[in-house]
């Protein structure tokens, strides 16, 4: 039997050809029985200068791509080139699924949506009267973005860049008026975090290339949550230690896992298995690197 529509999807950005998306997908895609072949477009192995993402849109559109996700450095410089964008994805100002669509190319931030899923998921009933998060960057504005739809009542930003941190608080104070957003240096670290409910890791530092603790371990207490956006590893340095403190944590992977839960349900129409992809996402890091552990339940 052949299928109706078999899917042609793609993963456009630098860096991108060992990333775990493409057989993420394409392992639930044959659970549920679709033909789906989904293959990273790395703009750095192809020569092409991320500049011209309007023009890597057009061939793959031309090539009869359904539809592509977006990464570093494209996610914003790609607004410019769709006819629609999600009224999400465009307060955020990022765009990480693109749908090429009879009605033409819309716009999709499964970035904030996945990090929401995995959090009501992860942390269930973790108090969001105040959280501090590290990191004012792209992923951090996307997942700020989430804290303060799930209800967070006091965001505190804290970043190296304390004008990119006031911008992001800008914005996101205009956006979540019933939110307070606010900034500190990280010299004001250990300051913001004495009574905060949890602190969420949104910079590289702990990833295997960037390994390390992104702040002083003496700052995690037993009643504080801490979340990672890191995935590779899913253990962390910083996750280590802070359940050896005590400390509820969110891996990364969670969100890793929603993100692509929300972005094939966009490009199929078919809502697929968390738990699924789930197990397919942990084969995949055990693979990749055999010491991983599961993602803590």
Not at 163 to 188: I, Q, Y
Request: glycine share 10%.
């Amino acid at each position: 039997m052949i299928d109706a529509h078999p899917y042609l999807v793609g993963l456009i950005g630098t860096g991108v050809l060992p990333s775990l998306t493409p057989p993420m997908h394409m392992a639930e895609a044959r659970a549920l029985g679709l033909t789906y072949v989904y293959r990273p477009l790395d703009l750095t192995a192809l020569g092409i200068d991320p500049e011209r993402i309007g023009d890597v849109l057009a061939w793959a559109e031309r090539l009869g791509y359904d539809a592509v996700n977006v990464t570093h450095p494209c996610k914003q410089s790609v607004l410019a080139h769709l006819d629609r964008i999600d009224p999400v994805a465009a307060a955020l100002g990022a765009v990480n699924t693109v749908l090429f669509t009879p009605a033409g190319r819309v716009g999709y931030n499964t970035d904030t949506t996945g990090f929401a899923a995995a959090f009501t998921d992860g942390l269930p009933d973790a108090a969001t009267r105040h959280v501090v998060q590290l990191g004012a960057g792209g992923a951090g504005s996307a997942v700020a973005d989430a804290l303060l739809r799930l209800g967070t009542a006091r965001l505190t930003i804290v970043d190296l860049d304390p004008a990119r941190s006031a911008a992001l608080a800008d914005d996101l104070g205009s956006r979540h008026p019933l939110s307070a957003v606010d900034t500190a240096t990280p010299t004001r670290l250990g300051e913001v975090l004495d009574g905060a409910d949890g602190l969420v890791h949104c910079t590289p530092v702990g990833m295997a290339e960037h390994p390390g603790l992104p702040l002083d371990a003496a700052l995690l207490r037993p009643d504080l949550w801490v979340a990672d956006i890191v995935y590779r590893p899913l253990d962390t340095e910083l996750l280590v230690i802070a359940r050896e403190r005590g400390c509820r944590t969110l891996s990364g992977g969670r969100m890793a896992v929603h993100q692509a839960v929300d972005a094939f349900a966009l490009i199929t129409g078919t809502r697929p298995d968390p738990d699924r992809m789930t197990a397919h996402f942990l084969d995949l890091v055990a693979a990749d690197a055999p010491a991983s552990p599961a993602i803590p339940r």
